[in-house]
């Protein structure tokens, strides 16, 4: 069901931002509504605001030169239904969302006792079995300079800074499975090597992670915001599929900031 997990996710939250978007429009404080009529060709557009005092709707003609009204008006109608279908759906989301949380496949094989797991043969691969499928597989990192200093990791890798191996050593201690530099073909053809790459452990879907650590330096910071449209063209927008983390020469990396983001999205359930 993951496919299916990671789709109404997806929708919830464009919903939630729509939604937002909505809350935040002027014309959504307007009062009254628009009222059109059409004759053959001819369109007229009313204005039309319920009076309290004389319990009734009092309808006013716009003029040509109100048409902008007019069109602040319908806009509010089309808002409104927008509002009023997704105050409809998402709460459905999130409840069938929630119910596949509870009826998680994998935890129904993951928590029987290892006598019987000797004895079942699981209906799909569990997450956990496709985690250690994906660190199974094999492939090329970048290959470091001859002349490159050898810094290393606690896995024993080699890093190109000493910014990559505090980043490899804390999703190490932080017991995040990633890769180093694994090679990832873009809609181009172009190859790039993401500094890290993860696994979700809720989509299976694979995360990439940059550290830019030199973004006083014009020439880089320009080739780091190059790479960015690069992974944005592909469709691994930053912040959902693309993490990427900061430094220069005044400005250190943001460990709580890279906790809060291991926790959230990248550490696997014990």
Known sequence: MTELENELRKRAKKFRAVKSFIEEEPVMTMEGWLETRQRGAARRYYYCVYDRDQGKTVRKYLRKDQQGLAKKLAQKAYYGKIQSSINRCLPLMEELSRRID?????????DLPDVRKELIQPVMMTKKDRLAQWMDEAYSPNPMPKSSRAIMTKLGESVRSKSEKILADFFHDAR????YECPLRLRDGRILYPDFTFLDSRTLEEVYWEHFGLMDDVDYMNRALEKMKLYGRSGYRLGERLLVS???????????????TVEERLKWPE
């Not at 509870?102 to 993951?110: F, G, P, R």
């Not at 900061?246 to 809060?260: A, H, K």
């Open 102 to 110: 509870e009826e998680d496949l994998d935890k129904l094989y993951d």
């Open 176 to 179: 995040v499975p990633y890769k």
């Open 246 to 260: 900061f430094e220069s020469n005044e400005v250190y990396i943001d460990f709580d900031l890279i906790r809060q």
